[in-house]
C-alpha cells in the first residue's frame, strides 16, 4: 500500500499549487481520501476530504472556498487545487485513506488507515 503526494513547492502569497495523492495497492474506489496539513510547531490539521464516489467533499474552515478536492478512481489519483494561497498555508500536506464504509465524520484523523509521505508547501514572498 503506497500513498504518495507530491506537488508542493514554495509559491507567492495569492498563487497556486496543485497537489497530487498517487495511490497504489488497494482499490482505490474503496476508500474516503482526505488531506491533511501540519505546519511548524503545531498539530496536524484537516484539510479537505472526498467520498469514494466523489461526489461529496468536506473542506476546513480556512481553506473553504479556495481549495477544491478531487479523485480520479480510474487513475488511482487524488488531487488538491490550492488557489489564492496565504502565508499560513505553509505546512507538510499528507494524504490518507479510509475504509468508505467506517462511520463518523471524514475530518477525524483516527479513522484513516493508510497515510502517505507529505510534500512541503511553502507560501511566501
Known amino acids: 500500500v503506497q500513498l504518495q503526494a507530491s506537488g508542493g513547492g514554495l509559491v507567492q502569497p495569492g498563487g497556486s499549487l496543485r497537489l497530487s495523492c498517487a495511490t497504489s495497492?488497494?482499490?482505490?474506489?474503496?476508500?474516503?481520501i482526505a488531506w491533511f496539513r501540519q505546519a511548524p510547531g503545531k498539530e496536524r490539521e484537516f484539510v479537505a476530504a472526498?467520498?469514494?464516489?466523489?461526489?461529496?467533499?468536506t473542506y476546513s474552515d480556512p481553506v473553504k472556498g479556495r481549495f477544491t478536492i478531487s479523485r480520479d478512481n480510474n487513475k488511482n489519483t487524488v488531487l488538491l487545487q490550492m488557489n489564492t494561497l496565504r502565508p499560513e498555508d505553509t505546512a507538510v500536506y499528507s494524504c490518507?485513506?479510509?475504509?468508505?464504509?467506517?462511520?463518523?465524520?471524514?475530518?477525524?484523523?483516527?479513522?484513516?488507515?493508510?497515510w502517505g509521505q507529505g510534500t512541503q508547501v511553502t507560501v511566501s514572498s
Open positions: 472526498i467520498t469514494r464516489s466523489g461526489v461529496d467533499t
Open positions: 490518507a485513506a479510509r475504509l468508505a464504509f467506517r462511520l463518523g465524520p471524514l475530518t477525524d484523523m483516527s479513522a484513516y488507515k493508510y
Open positions: 495497492g488497494f482499490t482505490l474506489e474503496h476508500y474516503a
